[in-house]
């Protein structure tokens, strides 16, 4: 929910802090490191890595996609997963209260301990317009997944959702029940995987329309919060444009503002 480069963190915080897909990157690195794992050796199958880190097969690919972007382990298109360098210098940890994150809805509920849900309001496949090609890098008139969900924590609505995606970066968009799956655990699970690394993000104050008023169960006076994210993957494509209606009264943004001299 809000936004900046994620390296893999390393131990300072508490585990259960991190998204699952990336406390199971963690640990298969480490027992990688551990048995002395070589540059060349082959891991075992995603069937036997999910059973061993009692994790899903969506998580477990989720994992290694990380490591793969990070270097670590690489894929075959008919043999499996490969070790490629262990020895690298792995980047600093950074703590989470520090540093934002890019990070999903389903992603932030499951760190702060809530039960997040969803109401799909819509979910088509339309041409894209002008503007959402040249915010997204695709030709105008291309496929593009149009979500819009109602979101709540806890049975508590929350925030209005609309997103766009190129329909390319994942083809299982245009089938996936979004009243149940995770958006960013979909992409990360995609072939080849979509890691949503940076986003461009903006927030703005305004009143509500009629319609958010009735969906977000509010009255006129309450003000809404809306974000605008535009998320890149591992490549720096721009794979996400999302706009969030939030009540004012059940959001806050947070960010570090630094001085890089």
């Keep these: 929910m809000t936004v900046a480069r994620t390296p893999l963190p390393r131990g300072l915080f508490a585990d259960d802090a991190l998204p699952l897909y990336e406390r199971t990157a963690a640990q298969l690195l480490d027992d990688l490191r551990a048995t002395s794992a070589r540059a060349g050796d082959r891991l075992p199958s995603e069937r036997a890595l999910a059973t061993r880190y009692g994790v899903s097969r969506v998580t477990l690919r989720a994992a290694l996609a990380e490591l793969e972007a990070r270097g670590f382990v690489r894929p075959t298109s ?80 929350v925030v209005l959702e609309h997103n766009r995606l190129p329909l390319t970066v994942c083809p299982a968009l245009a089938d996936t029940d979004f009243n149940a799956a995770s958006l960013y655990a979909t992409l990360r699970a995609a072939d080849p995987p979509q890691l949503p690394r940076v986003a461009d993000y903006s927030v703005e104050a305004r009143h509500p329309t009629p319609r958010e008023m009735e969906l977000l169960e509010t009255g006129d006076t309450m003000p809404m919060l809306v974000a605008t994210q535009l998320t890149f993957n591992q490549e720096d494509r721009p794979i996400e444009l999302t706009v969030q209606v939030y009540r004012g009264d059940r959001y806050r943004f947070r960010a570090s503002i630094t001085n890089p001299s």
């Design 78 to 157: 008919s043999r499996g997963w490969f070790v490629v360098e262990l020895d690298q210098t792995a980047e600093p940890p950074v703590a989470p209260a520090a540093t934002p994150q890019v990070q999903g809805f389903a992603d932030y509920a499951q760190v702060n301990g809530l039960t997040a849900s969803s109401r799909v309001l819509s979910a088509t496949v339309r041409p894209a317009t002008v503007p959402e090609s040249e915010h997204l890098r695709v030709a105008p008139g291309a496929d593009l997944f149009d979500l819009h969900r109602l979101r709540f924590l806890d049975d508590l609505v």
